[in-house]
């Protein structure tokens, strides 16, 4: 079964700070990697995604992921943060073979202040 | 816009009470999906289905079971509350496999706290 490890819960950043946020799973096959985001009082919504390709993935509002598969991590990143970007991150991995199922991570939250 | 939608957004009820959670998704999506979300812990998936009258158990279905009469509405019922079970719980639909390139969507999440 995979597994997910978000390493930090909690990150307080000041607005213009760059942004990295890890992830690493534990799955000896082939992936499907995913950043989802929820707002204060929002659903979660899709961050990005990577599949195959490029390992170099770009999402929105600035945000990308870089999938190294040696080290089985897909961290995300933004180079500099807004307040409007903060929010909880969560890591989720689907192993090829597991059909439907989705697992996630324990979650990082973001506070920038302003 | 794919729309999930979660008929309650807080409930507050007594242990041993039976809970229903009702959700219902308006874009035709085969796969249905029960998460729960508790600090710490992400999202823990309860319950899946893949079609209708079909499921499938998640990662933590104790205590949980699950309906899905008709294509657009997953239902997670809690036959007999506990205050283990006080989370905060996510519905999501999808068009097909993650694997095959299709986004899971949430709904706004139900708040339970059970007393």
């Known amino acids: 079964a995979q597994s997910v490890s978000q390493h930090n819960h909690h990150v307080i950043l000041s607005e213009a700070a760059s942004l990295e946020l890890g992830c690493n799973y534990s799955?000896?096959?082939?992936?499907?990697l995913f950043w989802y985001v929820q707002y204060p009082g929002q659903h979660l919504q899709l961050l990005l995604k990577?599949?195959?390709?490029?390992?170099l993935v770009k999402g929105i509002k600035g945000f990308e992921a870089e999938f190294i598969k040696s080290k089985f991590s897909f961290n995300l990143r933004k180079p500099s943060v807004q307040w409007s970007d903060t929010a909880e991150y969560f890591c989720?991995?689907?192993?090829?073979?597991?059909?439907?199922?989705?697992?996630f991570g324990g979650g990082t939250r973001l506070m920038v202040k302003p | 816009d794919v729309k999930v939608t979660q008929s309650s957004r807080y409930l507050v009820k007594r242990t041993g009470e039976k809970v229903f959670l009702e959700c219902v998704q308006d874009m035709d999506h085969e796969n249905m999906f029960w998460y729960r979300q508790d600090p710490g812990l992400g999202l823990r998936l309860i319950y899946f289905s893949y079609d209708v009258k079909m499921k499938e158990k998640g990662d933590i279905p104790e205590g949980y079971s699950v309906s899905r009469e008709k294509k657009e509405r997953f239902s997670l019922i809690l036959e007999s509350a506990s205050t283990n079970q006080t989370s905060m719980y996510l519905c999501?639909?999808?068009?097909?496999?993650?694997?095959?390139?299709?986004?899971?969507?949430f709904g706004e999440g139900s708040w339970l706290t059970v007393v």
């Open positions: 990577y599949f195959s390709g490029d390992p």
């Open positions: 989720a991995v689907n192993a090829r073979n597991a059909g439907n199922m989705l697992t």
């Open positions: 999501a639909s999808s068009l097909s496999s993650a694997s095959s390139g299709n986004t899971i969507y």
């Open positions: 799955y000896g096959g082939t992936v499907n």
